[in-house]
């Protein structure tokens, strides 16, 4: 197939090794994860008795710190 100047899918001749849209589509995730954490973290701190993310509630005395 060289000799008529064809090339493989996905083949990497002749480019840089750049980042891909892969590579986006990754950042792109882990960002959303990271802010994901970060939302989940400040509604269990509001629900949580003393505060902590990391409390359960009493299941008879429900309070919520705003």
Do not use: C, H
Request: charged share 10%; no cysteine; glycine share 10%.
């Amino acid at each position: 197939m060289s000799q008529f100047g064809m090339q493989m899918p996905g083949g990497r001749a002749a480019r840089s090794a750049g980042p891909d849209v892969y590579t986006a589509l990754m950042f792109v995730g882990a960002v959303s994860m990271i802010a994901a954490i970060a939302m989940l973290w400040m509604a269990a701190s509001k629900v949580s008795p003393s505060g902590s993310p990391f409390e359960v509630q009493d299941a008879q005395n429900v309070r919520i710190n705003g």
